[in-house]
Nanobody, 126 residues
């Protein structure tokens, strides 16, 4: 059974930092793009960041560009999201996602991801 388990969320003051982790089990994602998405209460899920299979390429939503950094450690089957300069509008449930097939792509649509974690809550106070 494939599982993606996020951790690292919490409550932080505006301007603070958090580092999210997403540990995969049940299959390797070393050849697959991975992504982070978020969903705030009452809003639709939105793309945050994506990383290519080898970590050589990344893509970010405009709202987080320059503040968030996605990375991965294929030996650990883990993806990370370093979040700096957090703002109240970053408050959301953060999900990691993995594609089903190996690819050079950087998918930004949730529909392109087959595997999802349960999410980790990030709350930023003003």
């Amino acid at each position: 059974q494939v599982q993606l388990v996020e951790s690292g969320g919490g409550l932080v003051q505006a301007g603070g930092s958090l580092r999210l982790s997403c540990a995969a089990s049940g299959r390797t994602f070393s050849g697959n793009p991975m992504g982070w998405f978020r969903q705030a209460t009452g809003k639709e899920r939105e793309f945050v960041a994506a990383i290519s299979w080898n970590g050589g390429s990344t893509y970010y939503a405009d709202s987080v560009k320059g503040r968030f950094t996605i990375s991965r450690d294929n030996a650990k089957n883990t993806v990370y999201l370093q979040m700096n300069s957090l703002q109240p509008e970053d408050t959301a449930l953060y999900y990691c996602a993995g594609t089903r097939v190996s690819s050079w792509a950087l998918p930004i649509s949730g529909g392109e991801y087959a595997y999802w974690g349960q999410g980790t809550q990030v709350t930023v106070s003003s």
